[in-house]
């Protein structure tokens, strides 16, 4: 099972952690965690690129660990409030997205959100 916790402060989301392998196939053949591992790196590299924003992340494959955050996601790291708007919309929509997909993949999911503020 795969466990994704999203990060959010001030209601703003700023990122998330996912641990554990989805288990859905085999290795390889495993359609949760290709869908999985494309939307986190349309998340990096949307924040990255298009927002032209600092994120900060960590893959562990070994351990099956991914970790992202986005400072330009709270109002006390970035001054341009549209920019804000964007990234966190962005954590957002992953959540919503990981929501949905928990109707047909219940077993091989587990999603929470903590409220906690930047570490």
Known sequence: MTKIVFF???GSFY???EQGHADY???GQDILCAALSAMTMLII???EVAYASDVDYQIDEGATNIRVRSKAAL???EDDERKR???SGLFMSYYYQICDLLEEYYENLD???KDIDWV
């Open 85 to 87: 708007y964007a990234v």
């Open 111 to 113: 999603v929470e959100i």
């Open 25 to 27: 196939d085999e290795a």
């Open 15 to 17: 990122g998330f952690e």
């Open 8 to 10: 959010r402060s001030g």
């Open 75 to 77: 109002a006390e790291f």
């Open 45 to 47: 590299n949307t924040v």
